[in-house]
């Protein structure tokens, strides 16, 4: 059973009053892909089997389908000045579509054959978008070009990336995670220890800044122990973690506490 991130660091106690304001919790995970959040207005999310992204207003409650002419595949998504970027498999080629605020399609970036996760990608402040490379390194894509993010150092498998407080998260299981800023300096590293049997499944970062890994493990029973941690975005230290449980929907409350949850109520919205 998994009981804490093998990222090879002490998890330390955070103290209530450290934490900030926000809404009195908020969707991170759900059937096992991180959620997009669009500071404490708006989620949104993909589901495996669609060609459409769910935005929900935190504020009403209603629940939209986005994207559903224009994407194939989507899975990730970051949104950034209201721009929303998501990621998109169409006919064997990945791509980025950045969407305007009313879901406009504004431009289709290619990432066939640059990057090593066709889904896993970060968005810088400027918009410039940040993939992971086969030959070893963090490439940014642009119009004028691809050039070097920073060197990275390979593992077994390939690494998951966010947009995280104006630079870039990047996991890499057994190997590392790295927060770089904007410019692909490290503010921090810390090694990232692995195991046989166990999968990361995604990383998110919510509306109030936090950021969280979500793990799984195969059981005996052949089915999936999840448990979702939360990282400090200054340290990278496990600060939290929630208990092991066969669902991968998880919400984190407004003082920082991981819950699972159902995945059905955020799909439709409230009675009344």
């Given at each position: 059973?998994?009981?804490?991130?093998?990222?090879?660091?002490?998890?330390?106690?955070?103290?209530?009053?450290?934490?900030?304001?926000?809404?009195?919790?908020?969707?991170?995970?759900?059937?096992?892909?991180?959620?997009?959040?669009?500071?404490?207005?708006?989620?949104?999310?993909?589901?495996?089997?669609?060609?459409?992204?769910?935005?929900?207003?935190?504020?009403?409650?209603?629940?939209?389908?986005?994207?559903?002419?224009?994407?194939?595949?989507?899975?990730?998504?970051?949104?950034?000045?209201?721009?929303?970027y998501v990621s998109d498999v169409l006919e064997g080629r990945a791509e980025v579509v950045v969407f305007s605020p009313g879901w406009?399609?504004?431009?289709?970036?290619?990432?066939?054959?640059?990057?090593?996760?066709?889904?896993?990608?970060?968005?810088?402040?400027d918009g410039r978008v940040v993939v992971e490379a086969a030959d070893g390194r963090l490439t940014v894509v642009g119009e004028d070009?691809?050039?070097?993010?920073?060197?990275?150092?390979?593992?077994?498998?390939?690494?998951?990336?966010?947009?995280?407080?104006?630079?870039?998260?990047?996991?890499?299981?057994?190997?590392?995670?790295?927060?770089?800023?904007?410019?692909?300096?490290?503010?921090?590293?810390?090694?990232?220890?692995?195991?046989?049997?166990?999968?990361?499944?995604?990383?998110?970062?919510?509306?109030?800044?936090?950021?969280?890994?979500?793990?799984?493990?195969?059981?005996?029973?052949?089915?999936?122990?999840?448990?979702?941690?939360?990282?400090?975005?200054t340290t990278g230290e496990v600060i939290r973690w929630s208990q092991p449980s066969n669902a991968a929907t998880y919400i984190v409350?407004?003082?920082?506490?991981?819950?699972?949850?159902?995945?059905?109520?955020?799909?439709?919205?409230?009675?009344?």
């Amino acid at each position: 059973m998994i009981t804490r991130l093998p990222l090879g660091v002490l998890a330390v106690a955070l103290v209530a009053g450290c934490s900030t304001p926000g809404p009195p919790e908020a969707l991170i995970f759900i059937d096992g892909r991180a959620v997009a959040a669009s500071g404490d207005t708006l989620l949104a999310f993909s589901r495996q089997g669609t060609n459409e992204i769910t935005v929900r207003d935190r504020r009403s409650g209603a629940v939209y389908a986005r994207g559903t002419a224009d994407l194939s595949s989507p899975h990730h998504i970051q949104e950034v000045g209201g721009t929303w970027y998501v990621s998109d498999v169409l006919e064997g080629r990945a791509e980025v579509v950045v969407f305007s605020p009313g879901w406009e399609v504004v431009r289709r970036i290619d990432l066939a054959g640059l990057a090593s996760a066709p889904h896993q990608f970060a968005v810088l402040p400027d918009g410039r978008v940040v993939v992971e490379a086969a030959d070893g390194r963090l490439t940014v894509v642009g119009e004028d070009g691809d050039s070097t993010f920073a060197l990275v150092e390979q593992g077994p498998r390939t690494g998951l990336l966010a947009g995280a407080r104006g630079g870039v998260l990047h996991g890499v299981p057994g190997i590392s995670i790295t927060l770089y800023n904007e410019l692909g300096n490290i503010r921090w590293r810390l090694p990232w220890e692995w195991h046989e049997g166990t999968y990361a499944t995604d990383m998110a970062v919510d509306g109030q800044g936090r950021v969280h890994i979500l793990v799984g493990e195969e059981t005996e029973f052949g089915r999936s122990s999840f448990v979702a941690f939360q990282l400090s975005p200054t340290t990278g230290e496990v600060i939290r973690w929630s208990q092991p449980s066969n669902a991968a929907t998880y919400i984190v409350k407004r003082m920082g506490e991981i819950l699972p949850d159902s995945s059905a109520r955020w799909l439709r919205e409230p009675e009344g």
